[in-house]
């Protein structure tokens, strides 16, 4: 009797072992799937996290150009600090620093 012809319980073995390896398959395909369905919510889910993170740093931007402006920066500082332009008679060049730095007077 070859292995081919031998029966168990009226169903040839090799059926037998055919039919089990096709739920095998069936489930391993359904765990496949399953898997991969949870994995694509969660990628969908990081994907919508980085577009509200790009959202929030184009906010950020806007506001730190808003906050470095010229103008704005100015009158805060003379506003709040009492700062204002460097007069033309205080300014110096980079040789007459060193001279400025001891306390000598400008020649």
Same mark, same amino acid.
């Given at each position: 009797?070859?292995?081919?012809?031998?029966?168990?319980?009226?169903?040839?073995? @090799?059926?037998? @072992?055919?039919?089990? @390896?096709?739920?095998?398959?069936?489930?391993?395909?359904?765990? #496949?799937?399953?898997?991969?369905?949870?994995?694509?919510?969660?990628?969908?889910?990081?994907?919508?996290?980085?577009?509200?993170?790009?959202?929030?740093?184009?906010?950020?931007?806007?506001?730190?150009?808003?906050?470095?402006?010229?103008?704005? @920066?100015?009158?805060?500082a003379?506003a709040?600090?009492?700062? #204002?332009?460097?007069?033309?008679?205080?300014?110096?060049?980079?040789?007459?620093?060193?001279?400025?730095?001891?306390?000598?007077?400008?020649?």
């Amino acid at each position: 009797m070859s292995l081919f012809d031998r029966k168990i319980r009226g169903f040839r073995l @090799v059926d037998v @072992v055919a039919l089990g @390896v096709l739920v095998a398959m069936i489930l391993v395909v359904y765990l #496949a799937k399953t898997m991969a369905g949870s994995e694509r919510a969660e990628i969908a889910s990081i994907e919508r996290q980085i577009e509200a993170e790009k959202v929030r740093i184009r906010l950020l931007q806007a506001e730190v150009a808003h906050l470095e402006q010229p103008a704005r @920066v100015e009158a805060l500082a003379t506003a709040h600090l009492g700062m #204002a332009p460097v007069e033309a008679k205080r300014e110096t060049t980079i040789d007459k620093l060193g001279e400025v730095a001891l306390g000598k007077p400008k020649s």
